[in-house]
């Protein structure tokens, strides 16, 4: 998966609210996303989640990787819109 993917899927986590919710709403099986979200997590070298049985909360590196992610899917949506 290539980087931007990574990202997106990333906000698209954090803004579900858990990664069982982002899953059923990509259409995805959990253990997808959650791959994922490791291989991103892998390939940064950081945590970005901290994740329990009962929820997830962003790490400081997760919450200001989210604000860079947040405007890239903003960007890409934005221009999706004004190329239709």
Do not use: P
Request: hydrophobic content about 40%.
């Amino acid at each position: 998966m290539n980087k931007l993917r990574h990202m997106s899927l990333f906000a698209h986590i954090v803004e579900s609210g858990s990664i069982t919710a982002a899953a059923q709403s990509l259409d995805l099986s959990k253990s997808v996303v959650s791959q994922h979200l490791k291989s991103l997590e892998q390939d940064l070298g950081v945590t970005l989640l901290k994740r329990t049985t009962r929820r997830q909360s962003l790490t400081f590196a997760g919450k200001a990787f989210y604000e860079q992610c947040k405007v890239l899917n903003q960007t890409a949506q934005h221009a999706w819109h004004e190329a239709q």
